[in-house]
C-alpha cells in the first residue's frame, strides 16, 4: 500500500473488493460512455464485463493486476495490467503488457490521482520485467486521450471496441513503462 502527494491510498486489489469494484466499474464505465452507445448495446457490456464474479476471478488471476484508489477509505479509481493479453500487431514493442482498464470517478477528475495511478501501473508493470504499456482508448474521448498523451502514450494504431454488438473506433496507444 502507498500514500500518494495527492492524498490517496493505492493498494492492490482482493478478492474482499470484488461486489464494490463491481459497481463501481458499471457506475464509472456509464458515466463516462452511457451517451455512445443505446441502452440495449452499453445495457449488454455492462452485464457482462463487470459483476461481483467477474471482478474476483480478475482479483485472483496472477495474470491480471488490480490497484484500487482510495481517498478517506473510499474506492474512487481502479486500475488493471493484464500481462498475459497480446499486443496488437501494431505495437511493436517486447516485453508489453496492457492497461486493460483505468477509471477514475468523476468526482476526483482533475485531482492529480490519475496520474499517481498511473505511476503505481508502471511499478506493477517493471517488477514483472516489462518496458512497454499499451491501450486502448475511444477515438471520441479527448479528455482520456490528452492524459495518455500527457504520461507518454503515442498513437500506433487503431482497434475495434465492442460495446454489446456496437463498434467502437478505438486508438491502440503505447508508452514506456
Same mark, same amino acid.
Given at each position: +500500500?502507498?500514500?500518494?502527494?495527492?492524498?490517496?491510498?493505492?493498494?492492490? *486489489?482482493?478478492?474482499? $473488493?470484488?461486489?464494490?469494484?463491481?459497481? %463501481? +466499474?458499471?457506475?464509472?464505465?456509464?458515466?463516462?460512455?452511457?451517451?455512445?452507445?443505446?441502452?440495449? %448495446?452499453?445495457?449488454?457490456?455492462?452485464?457482462? %464485463?463487470?459483476?461481483? @464474479? /467477474?471482478?474476483?476471478?480478475?482479483?485472483? $488471476? #496472477?495474470?491480471?493486476?488490480?490497484?484500487?484508489?482510495?481517498?478517506? *477509505?473510499? +474506492?474512487?479509481?481502479? @486500475?488493471?495490467?493484464?500481462?498475459? /493479453?497480446?499486443? #496488437?500487431?501494431?505495437?511493436?514493442? $517486447?516485453?508489453?503488457?496492457?492497461?486493460? /482498464?483505468?477509471?477514475?470517478?468523476?468526482?476526483?477528475?482533475?485531482? !492529480? !490521482?490519475?496520474?499517481?495511478?498511473?505511476?503505481?501501473?508502471?511499478?506493477?508493470?517493471?517488477?514483472?520485467?516489462?518496458?512497454?504499456?499499451?491501450?486502448?482508448?475511444?477515438?471520441?474521448?479527448?479528455?482520456?486521450? /490528452?492524459?495518455?498523451?500527457?504520461?507518454?502514450?503515442?498513437?500506433? *494504431?487503431?482497434?475495434?471496441?465492442?460495446?454489446?454488438?456496437?463498434?467502437?473506433?478505438?486508438?491502440? +496507444?503505447?508508452?514506456?513503462?
Amino acid at each position: +500500500m502507498s500514500e500518494t502527494d495527492s492524498g490517496l491510498t493505492i493498494r492492490r *486489489g482482493v478478492a474482499a $473488493d470484488a461486489p464494490e469494484l463491481a459497481r %463501481n +466499474m458499471a457506475q464509472w464505465f456509464l458515466a463516462a460512455y452511457a451517451h455512445a452507445s443505446d441502452a440495449a %448495446n452499453t445495457g449488454a457490456f455492462v452485464a457482462a %464485463n463487470f459483476d461481483a @464474479a /467477474r471482478q474476483a476471478a480478475e482479483l485472483a $488471476d #496472477p495474470s491480471i493486476v488490480t490497484l484500487l484508489a482510495e481517498s478517506a *477509505g473510499v +474506492m474512487v479509481g481502479y @486500475a488493471q495490467l493484464r500481462l498475459a /493479453r497480446p499486443a #496488437p500487431d501494431c505495437v511493436d514493442k $517486447d516485453a508489453s503488457a496492457e492497461v486493460g /482498464r483505468f477509471y477514475f470517478a468523476p468526482s476526483q477528475h482533475g485531482r !492529480g !490521482g490519475a496520474a499517481a495511478l498511473m505511476q503505481a501501473l508502471r511499478a506493477q508493470a517493471r517488477e514483472r520485467g516489462r518496458y512497454w504499456l499499451w491501450l486502448l482508448v475511444w477515438q471520441e474521448a479527448p479528455q482520456a486521450i /490528452r492524459f495518455y498523451e500527457k504520461q507518454g502514450f503515442e498513437k500506433v *494504431g487503431t482497434a475495434v471496441f465492442l460495446v454489446g454488438e456496437d463498434r467502437k473506433a478505438d486508438w491502440v +496507444m503505447c508508452g514506456p513503462v
